[in-house]
């Protein structure tokens, strides 16, 4: 969402309770239970949010939860969106049959161990200082190199541990451990010569740079 | 565009897809009910202003949060889910530091809870990249022009929380008194701590 325009003004600073009512609740820890029950990860579900349809995701937060444990059951063959469509009527009196579940498929990728960091034996590619380019990314998968700083010249200014590589783990295709740096943009680099002037700061894997002689 | 075939309440629709789970025993009520009891009442951003106000009062271990955010957190008995690896980022008369998701809405749990309405709206999440003095001042926080703003995208593992000034003025206060000064907004960096 970095940069898209039209969202208006923010909303106010108030206080809150974790969950507004019960139900969000309810979807917080589905959404943590539905990654173990359909046999994912914490990357497919964050790719599962995106797949929501966008007037879905922008109407309401939790319910975006709801939709995208939905779509995680769903690839793995746990529940359909039939079933839970069936569930709902009937929560909501009517007699409709509930379809039977679907044939389970779990993804099976190899995990490297609890969590997502990782220790590798190669070298970081990059060191501090240097002036890194971002890749001219146009996946239609997950990534975690947002448009806004695709194309981009930038300074990496701290080396992060290495992790999992979300672009190849949200889609079961390995956790191909990558290096990670911290890389810092001028403002006026991102958004021109008339932009505010200030320091952006993003931590982006090694596969997405390269280095500017 | 939404789905037209979905419209279903999402009250009714978490209920449906929670009584299909556990019904298959895929899902444990009891887990599940922990879970939101832990974020309901445990995991908060009063285990941020903890961290906040010890670094106050304590140099040494203001240097340790500054060097390893982790393990000094992990030291006051912080650490879980979305805290693999904080990093804490000083705010100091020069520079000010603001913390966003853009991509989604990572947040350090262990330190702050689950992030605010205004932290996961994309009217946050799409402009204080692009305009943050605008963002910031409309959130009631206006800084000076010699003050740099650094936005940090949290867009890895790795989780931000800030370390704010502290108020002149709370020379004589306690540890305990100060974390109470500490607040949510101010550990994201839309804010600052205040004196009473």
């Known amino acids: 969402m970095g940069g898209k325009q039209g969202f208006g003004h923010v909303l106010p600073l108030t206080a809150e309770p974790a969950f507004a009512e019960p139900w969000e609740g309810k979807a917080f820890a589905l959404g943590l239970l539905s990654i173990r029950a359909a046999g994912a990860n914490l990357h497919a579900f964050r790719h599962a949010l995106e797949r929501v349809p966008p007037g879905d995701y922008l109407a309401d937060y939790y319910d975006r939860w709801l939709r995208a444990s939905q779509i995680l059951l769903a690839d793995s063959g746990i529940l359909s969106a039939e079933q839970v469509a069936a569930r709902a009527a009937r929560l909501s009196g009517s007699e409709v049959p509930e379809p039977d579940p679907p044939e389970p498929h779990k993804p099976d990728m190899p995990s490297g161990g609890p969590g997502n960091l990782r220790t590798l034996d190669t070298p970081p590619a990059f060191a501090v200082g240097d002036r890194v380019r971002t890749a001219d990314l146009r996946t239609a998968g997950h990534t975690k190199l947002p448009g806004y700083v695709r194309r981009r010249t930038g300074t990496v200014t701290a080396i992060r541990p290495a992790e999992i590589f979300p672009d190849t783990a949200a889609h079961f295709e390995g956790e191909n451990p990558q290096h990670c740096y911290a890389v810092e943009f001028d403002s006026r680099e991102l958004w021109g010569p008339d932009a505010e002037p200030f320091r952006l700061s993003i931590d982006l894997f090694e596969p997405y740079l390269e280095k500017v002689t | ?196």
């Open chain 2, 1 to 196: 565009m939404t789905s037209a075939a979905e419209h279903i309440d999402p009250a009714v629709r978490a209920e449906a897809l929670a009584s299909l789970l556990i019904e298959r025993g895929l899902v444990d009520q009891a887990t599940m009910d922990n879970f939101i009891k832990t974020y309901e009442q445990s995991v908060g951003p009063m285990n941020g202003a903890k961290v906040v106000a010890r670094a106050w009062t304590d140099p040494g271990y203001r240097e340790r949060l500054l060097a390893d955010g982790t393990a000094a957190i992990a030291e006051l008995g912080f650490k879980g889910p979305q805290g693999e690896h904080i990093v804490v980022l000083e705010n100091t008369p020069e520079v000010h530091n603001v913390v966003v998701c853009t991509l989604c809405s990572c947040y350090p749990w262990p330190v702050l809870g689950l992030p605010p309405s205004w932290y996961k709206d994309p009217s946050y999440r799409s402009r204080i990249v692009r305009e943050p003095r605008t963002v910031l001042a409309e959130f009631g926080l206006e800084l000076g022009d010699d003050v740099a703003i650094q936005v940090v995208d949290s867009s890895s593992e790795v989780r931000y929380m800030v370390l704010p000034m502290r108020p002149a003025g709370t020379e004589g206060s306690s540890e305990e008194e100060l974390a109470a000064l500490v607040t949510r907004d101010a550990m994201v960096g839309v804010a600052e701590a205040v004196a009473p």
